[in-house]
């Protein structure tokens, strides 16, 4: 499966984004698709995660983006979308797409078998 994620860029503290991240080389549906981002000094940290269907959903409780941020995914275009909105000087990270067909409560780097490329995102204050 070969991921490509796109959609980050240069905003203000306030605005909105959305990141794509389109998928190829495998049934799209049978993966689990989580978003992990990546601050400069930090370790990579999982943001949001979305089933295969898109029944299920997850978002990191430990890093401020619940209410703010929403996963979703269209299988018939293969691909995952974040939208980011109210977005804060603390969401600057590269943000990474990855793909498991393994539904976990949690998920580290480690545990996902594909990853795309990052998409930076810098929010200026």
């Known amino acids: 499966v070969q991921l490509q994620a796109s959609g980050g860029g240069l905003v203000q503290a306030g605005d909105s984004l959305r990141l794509s991240c389109a998928a190829s080389?495998?049934?799209?549906?049978?993966?689990?698709m989580v978003w992990f981002r990546q601050a400069p000094g930090k370790e990579r940290e999982l943001v949001s995660t979305?089933?295969?269907?898109?029944?299920?959903?997850?978002?990191n409780h430990n890093n401020d983006v619940k209410g703010r941020f929403a996963i979703s995914r269209d299988n018939a275009k293969n691909t995952v979308y974040l939208q980011m909105n109210s977005l804060k000087p603390e969401d600057t990270a590269v943000y990474y797409c990855?793909?498991?067909?393994?539904?976990?409560?949690?998920?580290?780097?480690?545990?996902?078998?594909?990853w795309g490329n990052g998409t930076l995102v810098t929010v200026s204050s």
């Open positions: 979305i089933s295969g269907s898109g029944t299920y959903t997850y978002y």
């Open positions: 990855a793909a498991t067909p393994v539904w976990r409560a949690w998920y580290r780097p480690v545990d996902m078998n594909y």
């Open positions: 080389g495998g049934t799209f549906s049978n993966y689990v």
